[in-house]
């Protein structure tokens, strides 16, 4: 059973700070896949990370995927207000993607005081 | 881009009645869609697979009486809770993805009250 850990699980920072939300998975994959949701709202794609090391990059966030390590970072730069929502790590539930859904980290509600 | 139509986007309904959710690829063919349902402060967790032309795969523990899926065509999948109760009261969410390396695109949601 593919399971996917994130850490930390709450965040509260203040702006202009830097942090990194940690994703870890427990199986083989090569796809994984950053998210966002605002309260109440669906989910917005952040960024799909398909190869060992793949590094992405949108504005002051960042991903990484390491697939050795099973591990994959979204880094937050001089943190702002608005990116305050609750951010989702998920991974293809079986090796290739493609017709399988996703299994979820339990997400990361963060909070991000002006 | 991708989108992903879901509605309603929000329902309330009695004890005992049936509700039908819709979800629609607008500008993409979609062979395979997914259900999701979230409670409060919790993450996603997958439902069941929608294949179109033939049946749904369901994952352990969701009831396929209960939950039923028809993914009429390439376009559309419905989720009908049957029978609600206040506990199927959650935030039911459907995805599709595109051809090719795509992300899952998800739709917006549909809020249930079963009251």
């Known amino acids: 059973e593919l399971k996917v850990e994130q850490n930390p699980l709450f965040l509260s920072m203040q702006e202009e700070k830097n942090y990194t939300i940690y994703c870890n998975y427990s199986?083989?994959?090569?796809?994984l896949y950053w998210y966002r949701q605002d309260p109440g709202k669906s989910l917005e794609s952040l960024f799909v990370?398909?190869?060992?090391?793949a590094v992405k990059q949108e504005g002051r966030l960042m991903a990484s995927l390491d697939t050795k390590a099973r591990l994959s970072t979204l880094h937050i730069t001089a943190a702002v207000h608005d990116l305050s929502a609750t951010y989702f790590c998920?991974?293809?539930?079986?090796?290739?993607?493609?017709?399988?859904?996703?299994?979820f980290g339990k997400g990361t509600h963060l909070i991000i005081q002006p | 881009g991708a989108v992903v139509s879901q509605h309603p986007s929000r329902v309330i309904c009695k004890s005992g009645t049936s509700v039908k959710i819709e979800c629609r690829s607008l500008?993409?063919?979609?062979?395979?869609m997914f259900w999701y349902r979230q409670f409060p402060k919790q993450s996603l967790m997958l439902m069941a697979t929608?294949?179109?032309?033939?049946?749904?795969?369901?994952e352990q523990g969701v009831e396929k009486d209960k939950f039923l899926i028809n993914h009429a065509s390439l376009t559309l999948s419905t989720l009908t809770v049957t029978s609600a109760h206040p506990e199927d009261s959650s935030f039911y969410i459907c995805?599709?993805?595109?051809?090719?390396?795509?992300?899952?695109?998800f739709g917006n949601g549909t809020r249930l009250t079963v009251t």
């Open positions: 995805s599709a993805r595109g051809q090719g390396i795509s992300p899952l695109h």
């Open positions: 199986t083989t994959s090569d796809r």
């Open positions: 990370l398909l190869s060992n090391g």
């Open positions: 998920a991974v293809d539930m079986e090796a290739g993607g493609g017709a399988d859904g996703l299994t």
């Open positions: 500008d993409f063919q979609a062979t395979t």
């Open positions: 929608s294949n179109e032309g033939s049946k749904a795969t369901y």
